[in-house]
């Protein structure tokens, strides 16, 4: 295929498509919302979203969705239970198991990038039931962790002196409303949100890294080096429950890492949600699945490998912030551990990037939860109005009832309070949320790898065909299961019974079943099979955007514009 070779000094404008005309983009965009929405009359009536995802934004958004709060602050809880070597191996297993899922999900989602995705992959491959159950569990989870991240961000705003005299609703009203901001305008504006904030979390972890391994060495203002000599005192792994001992105890510490790190990695699936906004998704897409695997290595399996040389896992300061339940930077072992090399200035930065990194993931969510009502609302399981597009694309009446659910988190207000019990409550609802997503997006892959087969589609011929399949579906898909199924086991250790403790791992099994179920048993769709699996609705329009979109790459050419074209 032809390809003009245009040069450009602009490092954003290399290696991506020119902008379409503003016609171009709307004839786009109709005729791929006719395709899809099942006629012409519907995309005039509805409209459809818009590609104003950029390459930098949709690399981005899979870089903010690899680094979380996790990172900074939920490792912490992990990593005294269970001790340096466990959290690291921990961390490694699940980053192998979310990265065989991505490949799974960027076949998917390069074959047919849809708003939304995830559901319309499970409607169409496997069962309509199973798009229900996945699109509404995802909507409500989306929905009530935007709720948990505001939440977040408000409570980490109380670290500095002189924000702790207002009234933490002044703070949730802001965050809430800038997010609403970010989202109900233009796709592009919530992408160049996310670039920004992906940005400061990638220049702070880098930076920590670099820190650890130099305060590691020795070089800290106590000239101390520090070595593996916590890996000897208290003890590379550490067992859990208390009350279990030996070899036992130290693989239950090291499972419930797993557990752990797989509610850290939450959000990685969010790249394939904005699929059906991004420009050229053939390219982008694949682009920033490859790149999940480095992520995952140089993030997390060198984040806790750098936490585990800087802090004591029995760690007094560490152990006594969680004990009052701080949210902020006191709870992060990284502001602990560097405190403990003598460098004082660190906290409030770490405490900034951590209210970036909510406020984030409040953006993001709100983002996602809309698309999967979206997405929804596409496959005639949520009323069909929540299709409607503002004319740039956005669906605002999506948008709007995600968002509303964001006032639940005034419930937080009073910690004491019964409201904040009920949102307690609410939150637990969410806890293996990601899990059951992932398992059904592995289910719905299996189901696409038999489609190809059936209808005689070479994988060869695909833009972006994963590796080792389908064994690596099957591997991530048992990996999750096996973590959904012992998520609480903790509970069942003699002595160590909590009913709460037991609903908040286990209450989102029934609820899912029973969105699975219900649908079934009221609209009885059949198990669909490889033959009939619906793999073309949708893609000629959006194989023609790609041939535009082919035609017009400007490929990088000067030594700033190849650097830029693999960063973004």
Known sequence: MAEKHLHSSDPELAGVPSRHSSSERKNGAYTEGAAVLGGEDEAARYGYVSRGLKSRHIQFIALGGTIGTGLFLGIGNAFTHAGPLSILLGYTFTGLAVFGMMQCLGEMATWLPLPGAIPQFCARYVDDALGFAVGWNNWYSASITL???????????????????????????????????????????????????????????????????IVDLGGNPRHERLGFRYWKNPGAMKEYPPQVHGDLGRFLG????????????????????????????????????????????FFYVLGSLAIGVLVSSDDKGLLDAQAEGRSDAAASPWVIGIKNAGI?????????????????????FLYTGSRYLYALAQNRQAPRIFLTCSKNGVPYYAVAATAIIGGLTYLSVDPNGGAAKAFSWFQNLTTIASLFTW???????????????????????????????????????????????????AVFIKGNWDVSD???????????????????????????????????????????????????????????????????
């Open 439 to 489: 398992c059904s997006i592995c289910v719905a892959y299996l189901r696409f790898y038999k489609a190809l087969k059936a209808q005689g589609i070479d994988r060869n011929t695909l833009v972006f065909k994963s590796k080792f399949q389908p064994f690596t579906a099957w591997f991530a898909l048992i990996y999750f299961a096996i973590i959904i199924i012992f998520s609480g086991f």
């Open 254 to 297: 090291l499972f419930s890492t797993l557990v752990n790190a797989a509610f850290s990695y939450g959000g990685v699936e969010m790249v394939a949600v904005a699929a059906g906004e991004a420009e050229n998704p053939r390219r982008n897409i694949p682009k920033a699945v490859r790149r999940v695997f480095w992520r995952i290595l």
């Open 147 to 213: 709720c948990a991240e505001i939440s977040a961000a408000s409570l980490v705003i109380g670290f500095w002196e002189g924000a702790q005299s207002v009234n933490i609703a002044v703070w949730i009203s802001i965050i809430w409303v800038v997010i609403i901001f970010l989202n109900i305008f233009a796709v592009s504006l919530y992408g160049e949100a996310e670039f920004w904030f992906a940005s400061m979390k990638l220049i702070t972890i880098v930076g920590l890294l670099i820190m650890a391994f």
């Open 502 to 568: 037991f609903i908040a791992a286990y209450i989102g099994i029934p609820i899912f079943f029973l969105l699975y179920g219900g649908w079934k048993i009221v609209k009885r769709p059949k198990i669909i099979k490889p033959l009939e699996a619906d793999l073309t609705t949708g893609k000629a329009a959006l194989d023609a955007e790609d041939e535009h979109w082919q035609r017009e790459y400007r490929p990088p050419v000067t030594i700033v514009e190849k650097i830029w074209d693999w960063l973004a």
């Open 344 to 364: 004082s200035v660190l906290p409030s930065i770490i405490n900034a990037v951590i209210l970036t990194s909510a406020t984030s993931s409040g953006n993001a």
